[in-house]
T-cell receptor, first 114, second 116 residues
Framework: DVKVTQSSRYLVKRTGEKVFLECVQD?????MFWYRQDPGLGLRLIYF???????EKGDIPEGYSVSREKKERFSLILESASTNQTSMYLC?????????????FGPGTRLTVL | AQTVTQSQPEMSVQEAETVTLSCTYD???????LFWYKQPPSRQMILVIR??????QNATENRFSVNFQKAAKSFSLKISDSQLGDAAMYFC?????????????FGKGTRLSVIA
């Protein structure tokens, strides 16, 4: 059974803290993605990676960075957390090959920044 | 940039009835890929159905089917014989790249309630 896991389901941090959100997939997928989900706004892409050590900015990269040192792991970093980064963060992965390939999602991390 | 529009923020349906969720998209591409995802209250997104634009036949997965109108750039989802477990957020998504290496572009979602 394919699986994308995220390090925490719920996370509470203070303003100014450095925050790491970890995502691991066990499907040997080339592509990994970080989305942010807010009510009424749907899913917005933060960053994605199509290979180890490669990254591409999405629609809302400001305030975030990413790291992909191993194929199975894609980390999202909030360098200095702010209250407007309180949100649900979803990680996904997908294989290369065809545009019809499914993106598999993790369960999400609900981050609250106080 | 491609955009995906879901014009119904919320919908409801009686159990065992049929409901249709709307999705339109904006693109200048001739070949592309469309998806419907479901996010139940537990929050894990799962794929419901997908369709390639150059295939005219509408995709079907059990009680779920799509009405793909390429000229109108419309990709609606029909759920037949609705069940309580169908209650969820539904997201329509688009991908233009045929390598599979690009992210999906999502609509803002439709929250579906199922009334017993």
């Amino acid at each position: 059974d394919v699986k994308v896991t995220q390090s925490s389901r719920y996370l509470v941090k203070r303003t100014g803290e450095k925050v790491f959100l970890e995502c691991v997939q066990d499907m040997d997928h080339e592509n990994m993605f970080w989305y942010r989900q807010d009510p009424g706004l749907g899913l917005r892409l933060i960053y994605f990676s199509y290979d180890v050590k490669m990254k591409e900015k999405g629609d809302i990269p400001e305030g975030y960075s990413v790291s992909r040192e191993k194929k199975e792991r894609f980390s999202l970093i909030l360098e200095s957390a702010s209250t407007n980064q309180t949100s649900m963060y979803l990680c996904a992965s997908s294989p290369s090959g065809t545009g019809l390939n499914e993106q598999f999602f993790g369960p999400g991390t609900r981050l609250t920044v106080l | 940039a491609q955009t995906v529009t879901q014009s119904q923020p919320e919908m409801s349906v009686q159990e065992a009835e049929t409901v249709t969720l709307s999705c339109t998209y904006d693109t200048s591409e001739s070949d592309y890929y469309l998806f419907w995802y479901k996010q139940p209250p537990s929050r894990q997104m799962i794929l419901v159905i997908r369709q390639e634009a150059y295939k005219q036949q509408n995709a079907t997965e059990n009680r779920f089917s799509v009405n793909f109108q390429k000229a109108a750039k419309s990709f609606s989802l029909k759920i037949s014989d609705s069940q309580l477990g169908d209650a969820a957020m539904y997201f329509c998504a688009y991908r233009s790249d045929n390598s599979g290496n690009t992210p999906l572009v999502f609509g803002k979602g439709t929250r579906l309630s199922v009334i017993a």
